[in-house]
């Protein structure tokens, strides 16, 4: 079992700075791959940032490319997004979730952070 917790979520004007952290627990978080998911109030949920099938890269929105930074710190046992150049549309509550390695979907995810950008 995998337990994913966020924190680091806030209120922060546009052009601003976030970094969000999810602490796991269960496995480690160089064993499962990970992501990042955010919902807006009234939209579906999307996916930010998340590790590709193979875990050798990673693939990101389109809409966060060259803002957000995925990052992992092993010996913490701790995922991070830094999301840099924040705008009134990144609001949302994000959500980091895990799979194991060969599973399609992902089966952990956290309680989720909410971030609000203002402008």
């Known amino acids: 079992q995998v337990q994913l917790v966020e924190s680091g979520g806030g209120l922060v004007q546009s052009g601003g700075s976030l970094r969000l952290s999810c602490a796991a627990s269960?496995?480690?978080?160089?064993?499962?791959?990970m992501g990042w998911f955010r919902q807006a109030p009234g939209k579906e949920r999307e996916f930010v940032v998340r590790d590709s099938w193979s875990g050798q890269s990673t693939n990101y929105a389109d809409s966060v490319k060259g803002r957000f930074t995925i990052s992992r710190d092993n010996a913490k046992n701790t995922l991070y997004l830094q999301m840099n150049s924040l705008k009134p549309d990144d609001t949302a509550v994000y959500y980091c979730?895990?799979?194991?390695?060969?599973?399609?979907?992902?089966?952990?995810w956290g309680q989720g952070t909410q971030v609000t950008v203002s402008s």
């Open positions: 979730a895990a799979r194991l390695l060969g599973d399609y979907d992902y089966n952990y």
């Open positions: 269960g496995r480690t978080v160089g064993t499962l791959r």
